[in-house]
């Protein structure tokens, strides 16, 4: 039932994207990517692993004396790859960068909490992003007569998004608590209890889970530069402000619809939505979507790769 869903899923966002298609002028999209060039992709691929490093270290702090750069560098490419590019959603991407964790020499207990809590703090970081996001796309969302409606309804639901990354902090707390009180250690199971010790020890370390916030935030304002960088290439230079504003509400949407595997149109219909707020078309961001996935397919596909070879050999061994 669960993978008749995804399946569903998916294959309403490839409708979605097929409607765009039609509706839209693929001569113009393709224009725009002509402009684009072999230095301008290669400037557009660099530009993202710089942001995948950012991205990646949130999760330093959480580590501890396992951390590694190459570790945490290896767990955020395959998980953004494997939701990028993959049939999963992001919560498959974010599994698997769990059991890159436990193959990279981090206890499997250990690895699924700081996982857990990486993914947090990232939440975290993310509703901060969108509420500035917000702030920045007002007044462009005020004078649009379709959007400028429902910009209360906007606010209000970043602020309740905000509200629910710290009602899942807690449960992570006081739910482990609760259940080991009710259960005891012995029904509770001795991997349970481990995990519920591990999620406590990391939120005890206040320190450690601040600086994973913050070098969070770093990263997501560091996605509107990638993204600034990426209509540069296209030849539709845009201000960063606007930028920053197209990305944190167009990674809004991606959570709110997190189990549309590779936010198959979901993505395609964001960025062509939310382009013409800033006086750019919406050819302009179907181009800027479909070079976005250029870019995750010739970084992800390597990427998956070589994590099949690394687990084909464990099994042989």
Known sequence: MKRLGQLLLLGLGFALLLILLLRLDMAAVMASLSRVGWLGFAA????????????????????????????ILAVRQLRDSAGDI???????????????????????????????VDVTT?????????????????????????????????????MLFAAGIIVFAFLQLAG????????????????????????????????????SVALHLAAWCASGCWLWLVFKVLGAPLALSSAL????????????????PAAIGV?????????????????TGIAVSLLRRARDIAVGVPALLVWQIVEARRLRR
């Open 245 to 260: 504003a197209i990305q944190s509400l167009l990674e809004a949407l991606r959570s709110a619809t997190v189990f549309v």
């Open 122 to 158: 990232e939440l975290m970081a993310q509703s901060l992003f969108i509420l500035g996001g917000i702030a920045l796309a007002a007044p462009a969302i005020q004078h649009d007569p379709r959007l400028g409606p429902y910009l209360g309804w906007l606010v209000a639901g970043a």
């Open 86 to 116: 993959l049939p999963f959603t992001q919560i498959g991407g974010i599994a698997l960068g769990m059991r890159v964790m436990a193959l990279g020499g981090v206890a499997p207990v250990r690895a699924v909490a700081a996982g857990v």
């Open 176 to 211: 482990s608590r609760l259940a080991g009180k009710l259960l005891g250690t012995e029904s509770f199971g001795a991997h349970a209890a481990s995990f519920r010790d591990a999620i406590h020890l990391l939120y005890r370390q206040r320190g450690r889970i601040a600086l």
């Open 267 to 283: 993505q395609e219909a964001g960025y062509a939505a939310l382009v013409p707020l800033f006086g750019l078309s919406p050819e």
């Open 44 to 71: 557009v691929v660099i530009g993202g692993l710089v942001l995948t490093a950012c991205l990646a270290s949130g999760l330093y702090p959480l580590l501890g004396d396992k951390a590694s750069i190459g570790l």
